[in-house]
Structure formats: structure tokens, C-alpha cells
């Protein structure tokens, strides 16, 4: 199964739309319901934030009537999609500019780190979780929202409903849309298996290494975010090795006592993706005759440069 059969023009906006009206809707009931602990102000901060770095881009790029063709509220909805993920899962005390900042380096990492993709360009970095990774990264006092917010104000069967509804439609959304079921069971199993390694090898529990499958939080990294369809394998194989390593890497993060391991094990592994498809780019240039080789080295550098956004 190729990358073109599972993940096609039609399937990417119904998929996209679908992920914003689910993650949206999570985001209204965990302000109002469930128990989110950051104020209103920092999702809507988030979406202006990536509204505005996405529009500034287009315009930069040149491609100001392309967006507006297709439809500002389509145009808009991985923006949509990433702002309400960063101000979810990063918590920043009362700062808004943090938060801010998430957003616009997540959706500038789209226009910044890219690689050949036949006669366009696309990037590799979950965007997400590339602004959520250098956030943490450059100001240590910002830290992942609590778990336990997710569920703080379910009681009884609410704490299991939640969980059950993020599980089947996570579940509905990757095998009818993006075809990312094969990554998401390689992730799991990975996950799973690591976490036996580390407890026989430390002797410590299993349970305790497994715990943090039974978390909200964790659902929605498995679902919504480590499948991402741009930044990901389309082929089974690639999906099972795709899955597996990022399972390893957090593996060796949590060994080195590194925290934060599911976003900087998925930030090292898109990272060693976008080098080999890099090196894999070049490899097919050199490939090519002189006459073809001159041309597709042009292509490159203006690759490289950005000049060709898709």
C-alpha cells in the first residue's frame, strides 16, 4: 500500500476536518467539564498565533490566491489542528507568550525544514510536536499539562467513558482517513516491549513502566499525534519500522533519565527521517544524466531554500 492510496486529496481534507472537529470539541469539554488547568486565553493566543504564522507564510511565499481559492477555513485547518494540540499539552503557568511562541514555531518548522517530494517540497517534522519540543527545550520552566487534568472532574464511569471514546474514534479516524493502524499497533507493542526491558534490567515492576499507557494523554499522543499522515511512513513497512523506533528512542530517553520522552523520541525520529529521505534525494540526482542532473540540482537548491512550499 502506497502513500498515495492511503492518504489522497479527498481523505486528507475530510481527515483534517474530522481531527478539528474532535479536537476542538476536546478542548471545549476540557475547559468546561473535564478540568483543564490552563486559562481560556491560551488556546485562543494559540490560534491566533498559528492563524497569523500560516497567513504570513502564504504571503511571504507568494501563494496568496492559492489559500483563498481553496477556502480560508480549510486552509487553516492544520493550523487549527496544531495550535489547540500546543495549548493542551504544554502548561505555562499564567504566560501566554510561551504558548505563543509554541504555535508559530510549529507551524514556521513546515516552511523551514522540508525536503524533495517528486516536484514539490513537504515538510517532516510533526509540527506539533516540534514547537512542543523546542518550547521545552529553551525555557525550563515550562512543563507538560498534569495527566490527571484530563479526567480531574470525572468521577465513576466518566473516567472510563473519556478514555473509551478517544480510543474508538482515534481508532475510526486512522483506519478510515490516514491508514495508520499498522504504526499505531507497531507503536504500542514497542512501547510495551521497552517498558518490560527497562523493568527486567532495572528490576523494577512492569506495571509501573506500563502505567503510562492507561493515561489520557498518552491516547492522544498514540492517535492524533504520532501518526500524523504528512510526517509519516505510508507503507506498512514503513509504519512498523516508523512506530517501533520511536518506541526505542523513548526507550533510551527515559534509560538516560531524559523526561519528556514522547515528544524529543518523536522529534529524533522524524529528524532521522527527513536525513534519509534527504540523502535519498540526492542518491536519485546523482543517479541522473548530466543534462537531468544539472536541471535537478537547480531543483535542489531551491529546495533547499524553501522557494517551493507544497
Known sequence: MTASQTWTPSNRLAGLRRFAAAITLLNILGHTVFGFEQSWAQPLVSLAAAYSMEILLELVGGRRRAWLSRGTIDFLLPAHITALAVAMLLYANDRLWPIAFASAAAIGSKAIFRIGAGPHTRHFFNPSNFGITVTLLLFPWVGIAPPYHFTENLVGVGSWILPGVIVFSGAFLNARFTHKLPLIGAWLGGFALQALIRSWWFGTPPVAAWLP?????????????????????????????????????????????????????????????GGVLWWEARRSMAQRGPSEGARAEVEWEAVAAGSSRS
Do not use: E
Open 213 to 273: 499507557m492507561t493515561g489520557v494523554a498518552f491516547l492522544l499522543y498514540t492517535f492524533y499525534m504520532v501518526t500524523d499522515p504528512a510526517t509519516s511512513p505510508g507503507s506498512r513497512g514503513g509504519q512498523i519500522f516508523f512506530g517501533l523506533a520511536v518506541a526505542l528512542a523513548y526507550g533510551i530517553l527515559m534509560m538516560a533519565h531524559v523526561v519528556f520522552g514522547l515528544f524529543f523520541s518523536l522529534t529524533l525520529v522524524c529528524a532521522l527521517r
